[in-house]
């Protein structure tokens, strides 16, 4: 049975050559990063050109990209560190209600525990923030928002542009974090007309090894780090680096931004002959979020009501298709998709919810036999029950 990946929002297949790359590491270049000898350089300057590589993708400037275990810790240095560090000029700070769980748990965690106040922005149909309700949440003491890129359910790209202007204009104090870990590679990041303090990334979502991620901060930008240790990462990010995944994050991040508007574009093409296959047959369904051709090129999120989407999920699986029912971060759990909710979806829609999630390495064959077993696979299952 031909296998068919469309979880890629989830996490991605690696490179060979990065497998083979971190292997080579992991055989050969096995220094302490911090050791003075020959194998401790050689490990160091190959954190150093993966460090050369990410900051390619941030007008090259290295010193600023602290490297962390993934978008989950980037995340939470980033908003925690800059909220304890810089509390002494006020208390309060916003997010969306369709952030990741890896953010919305860190402003939960400085409201309930740390006593700041916090505003959660909510969002239109399509799942995008209001410049508008922003600004007039903006408050004399706020010192920290954070707003990610491209949502990671459903694909919704947020109007950065003009948000963070709409910001630093109100309050130049204020930081600005950016959660681009689905969109690193794929979407350019548009620091300057963002604005933005801080930007944070992903390994495994671009083809790299799970372990390791980045925090872009920028110059002049105080963090409160989160950890103490032997002061690696500008005392940011303490602890014995993990050289073959970080290494391996700079190998994927070069290889995904060869090309990057034709892959970019072979992805989008590849969602909608997904879209268009599965809209051609007898099946109902409908699209949570952006319109396909206005969302990310890799996300599309649709429901079919009356099918729960657990059953849905396990059948499709049975025939080589791999797909999501939520975030991979909480999609074990049984109830409904706080992103989908903030969408006031109807509970039909929320319980049928699927994402899938294409790849540049996925085929358009691939793409539109996947979409006739999907169609297949509702009609059969809406025949029992």
């Known amino acids: 049975m031909e296998e068919i990946y469309l979880d890629n929002s989830a ?19 096995y220094g302490n990063p911090s050791s003075l000898h020959r194998k401790g350089v ?14 390619a993708f941030f007008s090259g400037r290295e010193e600023e990209i602290i490297f962390t275990s993934g978008g989950t810790e980037a995340n939470n240095l980033a908003i925690k560190g800059a909220a304890l560090r810089n509390r002494k000029r006020g208390n309060h700070l916003i ?10 748990n860190c402003f939960r965690y400085l409201e309930k525990e740390e006593g700041f106040r916090v505003d959660y922005l909510p969002v239109d149909s399509k799942g995008s923030v209001d410049p508008d309700q922003l600004k007039k ?26 948000i963070g202007p709409l910001i630093k204009a109100a309050n130049p104090a204020a930081m600005f974090h ?50 103490h240790g032997g002061g690696q990462e500008k005392e940011l990010r303490p602890g014995t680096e993990n050289t073959a995944a970080l290494a391996g994050f700079g190998l994927a991040a070069r290889l995904t931004g060869e090309s990057r ?17 599965l809209k051609n047959s007898e099946v109902s369904f ?50 409904p998709s706080h992103i989908l909710q903030a969408l006031n979806l109807d509970s039909r829609r929320l319980q049928s919810a699927l994402r899938f999630s294409f790849s540049f390495n996925n085929s358009e064959q691939e793409v539109k036999l996947a979409a006739r077993n999907t169609a297949g696979t509702v009609q059969e299952l809406k025949a029992f029950l």
């Open 261 to 277: 508007q034709r892959k970019t574009a072979l992805t989008g093409s590849l969602k909608m002959a997904f879209y268009e296959t």
């Open 137 to 162: 949440a903006l408050q004399k003491d706020t010192i920290l928002i954070s707003i990610m890129h491209v949502n990671n359910e459903i694909g919704t790209i947020q109007p950065l542009k003009e």
């Open 42 to 55: 050689e490990a160091e300057e190959l954190i150093e050109e993966a460090r050369r590589r990410i900051a």
């Open 178 to 227: 950016v959660d681009a870990v689905q969109s690193f590679t794929r979407i350019p990041l548009e620091i300057k007309a963002w604005q933005a303090d801080l930007i944070s990334c992903s390994a495994h979502k671009i083809h790299g090894p799970r372990g390791a991620g980045c925090l872009w901060v920028r110059k002049g930008t105080l963090l409160q780090p989160l950890l």
């Open 286 to 335: 409908e699209v949570n979020g952006p319109l396909p051709e206005e969302g990310a090129v890799h996300i599309i999120n649709l429901s079919f009501p009356g099918l729960p989407s657990e059953v849905l999920l396990h059948a499709l699986e049975k025939r080589g298709i791999y797909a999501s029912s939520g975030s991979a971060c909480h999609s074990r759990r049984p109830e």
């Open 11 to 29: 996490t991605t297949h690696p490179y060979p050559e990065v497998i083979d790359f971190m292997s080579t590491i992991l055989d050969k270049s």
């Open 95 to 104: 997010t969306s209600q369709v952030e990741h769980p890896s953010v919305l």
